[in-house]
Every structure is written in C-alpha cells, then in structure tokens.
C-alpha cells in the first residue's frame, strides 16, 4: 500500500499528463483530414519545369525572435519606456 504523499505524487503525475495528452488528441482530430493526403505523393511542377513526386507535410518552423514577430504579425515598438 502506497503511503499519503506517494499517493499524492502519483495524483500529480496523473494530472501534469492528462493536459498534454489532450492537446495531441485534440491535433490528432483536427490534422486528421489531411493525413490522407500527407501520405501519398502527388505529381508537381517545380519552378524549372519539371515535373516532381512530393509529399506534403506540416513541419514546425524555427525562426529568429524578429521573424517570428513578423509572421505572426505582433506590432512591435508601442509600449512606453
């Protein structure tokens, strides 16, 4: 039998997952629909012309502070000093 406090800890463990593991289900049911076509390749022109098999995906994309600021469009620069 676990003691009050391995309990409790076990408690907390339980409750620190349960937030991440809905985040991922929630995405898991929100990117579902593209998962088909995230799967099979499809026949693209590129820029030179030529015709090319690929597989689109979503990848995360990593960028400097600014870049960021600037994709997510964050107005910079209105906070006094």
Same mark, same amino acid.
């Given at each position: 039998? $676990? /003691?009050f406090s %391995?309990?409790?800890?076990?408690?907390?463990? !339980? $409750?620190?997952? @349960? &937030?991440?593991q809905l985040y991922h289900a929630c995405l898991e049911i929100v990117y579902s629909p593209l998962k088909p076509y995230m799967n099979t390749w499809k026949?693209?022109?590129? &820029?030179?012309?030529? @015709? !090319?098999?690929a597989i689109f /995906?979503? !990848?995360p994309y990593i960028a400097d502070? &600014? %870049?960021?600021?600037l994709l997510a469009g964050i107005v910079?620069?209105?906070? &006094?000093k």
């Open positions: 039998m $676990l /003691s %391995e309990q409790i800890s076990a408690a907390k463990a !339980r $409750l620190q997952a @349960f &937030p991440q026949a693209v022109q590129c &820029p030179d012309g030529h @015709f !090319r098999h /995906s979503i !990848r502070y &600014p %870049e960021q600021v910079q620069g209105w906070c &006094p």
